[in-house]
Nanobody, 124 residues
Framework: VQLQASGGGSVQAGDSLRLSCAIS????????VGWFRRAPGKEREFVAA???????HYADSVKGRFTISRDNAKNTAFLHMNSLKPDDTAVYYC???????????????????WGQGTQVTVSS
């Protein structure tokens, strides 16, 4: 299983970005995809998850601004980020899980497969 994240960049506060995560090697539609981020000097934190194509989940800090989506035909997940803030600056990682249950989608330990990360920098 391989995950390839892309789409990061440097933007101004209030701008939008769309991150992509191309996934190969697993039956994508049945699995859970998550996005996590690690800001400088902080621990990795949950951002959003798409649970087996049936439900979506968000961290409170991004709810209403970020949207996770997936194109199962293209084995690709997306993180649409609107109204970006400087606090959103981080390396963003996509992750895949073959055995997640609903109550564990926010835990990084749920995910066995990780992409390489893409940097998002938001300036004020």
């Amino acid at each position: 299983v391989q995950l390839q994240a892309s789409g990061g960049g440097s933007v101004q506060a209030g701008d939008s970005l769309r991150l992509s995560c191309a996934i190969s090697g697993m039956a994508f539609s049945r699995y859970t995809v998550g996005w996590f981020r690690r800001a400088p000097g902080k621990e990795r934190e949950f951002v959003a998850a798409s649970f087996r194509s049936t439900s979506t989940h968000y961290a409170d800090s991004v709810k209403g601004r970020f949207t996770i989506s997936r194109d199962n035909a293209k084995n690709t997940a997306f993180l649409h980020m609107n109204s970006l803030k400087p606090d959103d600056t981080a390396v963003y990682y996509c992750a895949g899980s073959t055995g997640a249950i609903l109550s564990t989608v926010r835990r990084s330990t749920t995910y066995g497969y990780w992409g390489q990360g893409t940097q998002v920098t938001v300036s004020s």
